[in-house]
């Protein structure tokens, strides 16, 4: 049965406002070729630069303590708060927001403080830096401090109106959320399994819930404010073995090259301690150690020598890069060589 006159223009004009709908868009070129660039991968420097990243990616770097995890999210971190061009002057930065949640409770915010004004001062070799330019960047790097599993949560359930709040009035969005470390509560949740938060209705606190809620929140300020998710995690090498009887399998690991690591995690050269939601949530994962090599830098300075190596995806090859002090400034150097 054919339709009314007056059904057939209703639905004629429908269509004709969905078309014009869809051919205007909801937002302008300026918005769409920045939501292409944050959506499109990226590289990070060394020792990230291997693999292109995406906001959504969720990257781990393991490893044993003093092997420069946190060193290397100060890195990537400077990198992105640095503009792209600032008076004429190059900077290759991706001049968005930070936000850096210290698990650890040890960041040192000086680090980050002079590592920035080195970056600064580098591209024209300068003896001083700009310190507008310097205010501004500091201004982009957001910092929060969590003492516990529970401060951590509501911390991640509060997080999008900060994250709002911080967009509009610095007029970028967010690139990088930084968790430095994720498992610092890992015994004090695990030994409170027991500890019921009170009401024989509530749930009790466990480490699987915490990471349950912590990955689900994670996922949802993810569909908000697109951005990459790096987190370091503390492990000890060797499993069971002592420090001797690491040294005395150093070969051993060396041997095997670290290839199969990501498929088969009985060849990890560590006990995988986070509950398993947290596992199948990392997109990336990196092991960084330092190595017993010394690079020498002057004929009366040496620096220590690390490797980095990517577990997943399993790349066939390992980077070595240093962590040193020119003039106080640190930053990481990288050598190109594979081992």
Known sequence: MPLPLPLKILALRTMQIAAKGWIDGDESAAEMLGRVATERPFLLLPPLHRVPLRVGNVVELVGPSASAKTHILIQAAVNCILPTEWNGVHYGGLERLVMFIDLDCRFDILRLSEILKHQIMEPNGSMY?????????????????????????????????????????????????????????????????????????????????????????????????????????????GNAYGGDEVKQNKSLLDASGLRNLASNTQQLPYREYMPSVWQSFVTHKILVRASDDHMPIRHYEEHSVYLSEWLLPSLSFRDKFTVKDVRKFCYVYHDLRTV
Not at 140 to 157: I, Q
Not at 197 to 209: A, D, W
Not at 213 to 236: C, F, G, S
Request: proline residues 3%; glycine residues 4%.
């Open 129 to 237: 830096y700009d310190e507008e330019l310097y205010a501004l960047c500091m201004r982009r790097f957001l910092y929060l401090r969590c003492y516990d599993s529970l401060e951590f949560l509501a911390t991640l359930k509060t997080l999008h109106y900060r994250l709002q709040k911080e967009k509009e009035v610095h007029h970028v969005g967010i690139q990088l959320l930084m968790i430095d470390s994720i498992g610092p509560f890992h015994w004090v949740d695990r030994g409170s399994t027991f500890f019921p938060l009170g009401g024989n209705k509530r749930k009790c606190l466990s480490l699987q819930s915490v990471f349950d809620a912590v990955v689900q929140d994670i996922k949802k300020l993810l569909l908000v404010h697109p951005m990459l998710v790096m987190a370091t995690k503390e492990i000890i090498l």
